[in-house]
T-cell receptor, first 117, second 115 residues
């Protein structure tokens, strides 16, 4: 079965420190992976995606993610956290049934990032 | 959130009532999606539509209905058959095709509460 796991419900980081939000996936074939961020009572904002090519993907607001095929992971990272990065982060993988043509996403349960001053 | 609007922002429903949530996009996207978000459960797919006049059930379609009469619009009706409708509902859209590489963009959401 296809799935996405975010093993940490919450990640706490001090401002200025590097942050990592973890994501692992299980999908048939080559994965298409996405990260979104959600602020309270708002919709999801797209951060970045991995489709193919360089394993290190750079996205919005200084975030990047590293695709690791052997570990089936796609961890989100940022070198220096800001208080304003505090939000709920979702990892998603394209549902590859029917070859992915239907475009559906399978989401993880989310990780709450808290950045303290 | 730009380009996708959802209304209303907050909606209250009495038990036994049907309610309709609006989703409109001006991004010229072919595909549209409805998700339900509950605390600690991530997002779950309710319905999706790849083209006008066609839609498919997602993982939790029971108690919901949709229509896709126009490319720009994909309204969701929460019927009285949905036993636990209190949730945050998110609409998304994307271009279609490209083998599933297209990005989904989300609206601001509607929070539905059953009284």
């Amino acid at each position: 079965a296809q799935s996405v796991a975010q093993p940490e419900d919450q990640v706490n980081v001090a401002e200025g420190n590097p942050l990592t939000v973890k994501c692992t996936y299980s999908v048939s074939g080559n994965p298409y992976l996405f990260w979104y961020v959600q602020y309270p009572n708002r919709g999801l904002q797209f951060l970045l995606k991995y489709i193919t090519g360089d394993n290190l993907v750079k996205g919005s607001y200084g975030f990047e993610a590293e695709f690791n095929k052997s570990q089936t992971s796609f961890h989100l990272k940022k070198p220096s956290a800001l208080v304003s990065d505090s939000a709920l982060y979702f990892c998603a993988v394209r549902d590859m049934r029917y070859g992915g043509s239907q475009g559906n996403l399978i989401f993880g349960k989310g990780t709450k990032l808290s950045v303290k001053p | 959130d730009g380009g996708i609007t959802q209304s209303p922002k907050y909606l209250f429903r009495k038990e036994g009532q049907n309610v309709t949530l609006s989703c409109e996009q001006n991004l010229n996207h072919d595909a549209m999606y409805w998700y339900r978000q509950d605390p600690g459960q991530g997002l779950r797919l309710i319905y999706y539509s790849q083209i006008v006049n066609d839609f498919q059930k997602g993982d939790i379609a029971e108690g919901y209905s949709v229509s896709r009469e126009k490319k720009e619009s994909f309204p969701l009706t929460v019927t009285s058959a949905q036993k636990n409708p209190t949730a945050f509902y998110l609409c998304a859209s994307s271009y279609r095709g490209q083998g599933g590489t297209d990005t989904q963009y989300f609206g601001p959401g509607t929070r539905l509460t059953v009284l």
